[in-house]
């Protein structure tokens, strides 16, 4: 294991993820790239509350598997992280979690964008503008995983995304970062802003179109 193992940084934020109610029953799946452009994955089925090191195996860039050991399989979701890593070469991580939040809001709106509300917390992915009108994209909760990923690469070349987040549908939020830190960050902000419009449509605190 190398002085800086990544795999380190993804059992702690799945640790803290967890303890928030966002990884439940095995939910969720991170990554994080290596210099060779290769990633580290939780395993599929792992319970993210307490992963060690060998909960992971290696993707590498053709897309082929390496099983530190041979009881596990990739996270179901590889394609989506696979999928991230090619349309934003920048990106070192990958992380993905079912919030409750997540759920509820991705059902505030029928069609495939949420406008976002215009907070202050906005300016953690970078965002600084007035008159912000910030939308994150929705995509289909589709069985066959593969579909997903082939349906955000669509839409991200053609309307690439102002933050770099994505919801999918009855299901959870993925979001990407160049490092470990600040893909944790996202996932936070991100949170708080579903946990936002949550609250704001049950106290009626008029947000946006929707609530
Ligand atoms: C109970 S979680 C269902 C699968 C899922 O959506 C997920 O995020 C975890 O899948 P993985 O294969 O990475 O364990
Ligand atoms: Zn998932």
Known sequence: MSAFDSRLELIAAAEYFY???????????????????????TASGKSK????????VKITPDGAVEFPSNDLKPSAETAIHQTIYKLFPEAQACYHV??????????????DTLLLPPLEMLK???????????TLS??????D????????????????????ALLIRDHGVTVWADSTEKARNFIEL?????????????TGVKINPYV
């Open 19 to 41: 303890k928030q109610g966002w990884m439940v029953g095995t939910a969720g799946n991170l990554s994080a790239r290596l210099p060779d452009g290769s990633f580290w994955i």
């Open 49 to 56: 509350g307490n992963l060690n090191l060998t909960d992971f």
């Open 98 to 111: 079912h919030s409750i939040e997540a759920n509820l809001v991705s059902r505030f709106v029928e069609g």
């Open 124 to 134: 953690g992915f970078n965002i600084w503008q007035e008159n912000l009108n910030i």
């Open 138 to 143: 929705i995509f289909p909760n589709h069985l």
């Open 145 to 164: 995983v593969s579909k997903i990923a082939i349906e955000i690469e669509d839409r991200f070349q053609i309307v690439p995304p102002q933050i770099p």
């Open 190 to 202: 991100i949170e708080y802003i579903f946990r936002y419009i949550v609250a704001a449509s049950q």
